[in-house]
Antibody, heavy 119, light 107 residues
Framework: EVKLEESGGGLVQPGGSMKLSCAAS????????MDWVRQSPEKGLEWVAE??????????YYAESVKGRFTISRDDSKSSVYLQMNSLRAEDTGIYYC??????????WGQGTTLTVSS | DIQMTQSPASLSASVGETVTITCRAS??????LAWYQQKQGKSPQLLVY???TLAEGVPSRFSGSGSGTQFSLKINSLQPEDFGSYYC?????????FGGGTKLEIK
């Protein structure tokens, strides 16, 4: 059974930092492309970042709205993917989902972790 | 970026009815279109990909169609567990983008 479990959300002040983690199980993690997708009432579902497999040189891609502020990474030995978020803004508030990617579609989602950026 | 437009934004229907949700892409995405279902308080779940291929475990009352820029998701004989929100998403290149969603409510 595929499982994705996010952790690390919470309340942070504007300009602050937060790191999200996602622990995966039930599939060969090292072969998988992994993404973060967020959801807010204002913007709906929004793709955030992607990291591809070792076979694809762990290439990373980012939404324009987070480029230069967020960094996606992975540790295949721990079957985990991370999202380091810096210079956080109010508009980054939302539920962050860890997803497995297959053919650029999101075939498995975690339960989500909530980030609130507010003073 | 490719814009995805869904309609209607909300829909009220009864158990047993058939409903159709549409999705329009701002440019040709061939058949690279996915549909997701999201129930209140839960994460989205993949229903359909490549416009018409049902994901594993999805009941056959769901069907997807379309290509190019016009797509639809049809749900035959609505069941109580089908009520929730539905989203389309193109998977033709990066960045993938989602439609604004359709909220399907019980009449």
């Amino acid at each position: 059974e595929v499982k994705l479990e996010e952790s690390g959300g919470g309340l942070v002040q504007p300009g602050g930092s937060m790191k999200l983690s996602c622990a995966a199980s039930g599939f060969t993690f090292s072969d998988a492309w992994m993404d973060w997708v967020r959801q807010s009432p204002e913007k709906g579902l929004e793709w955030v970042a992607e990291i591809r497999s070792k076979a694809n040189n762990h290439a990373t891609y980012y939404a324009e709205s987070v480029k230069g502020r967020f960094t996606i990474s992975r540790d295949d030995s721990k079957s985990s993917v991370y999202l380091q978020m810096n210079s956080l803004r109010a508009e980054d508030t939302g539920i962050y989902y860890c997803t497995r990617v297959l053919g650029l579609r999101f075939d498995y989602w975690g339960q989500g972790t909530t980030l609130t950026v507010s003073s | 970026d490719i814009q995805m437009t869904q309609s209607p934004a909300s829909l009220s229907a009864s158990v047993g009815e058939t409903v159709t949700i549409t999705c329009r892409a701002s440019e040709n995405i061939y058949s690279y279109l996915a549909w997701y279902q999201q129930k209140q308080g839960k994460s989205p779940q993949l229903l359909v990909y490549n416009a018409k291929t049902l994901a594993e475990g999805v009941p056959s009352r769901f069907s997807g169609s379309g290509s190019g820029t016009q797509f639809s998701l049809k749900i035959n004989s609505l069941q109580p567990e089908d009520f929730g929100s539905y989203y389309c998403q193109h998977h033709y290149g990066t960045p993938p983008t989602f439609g604004g969603g359709t909220k399907l409510e019980i009449k």
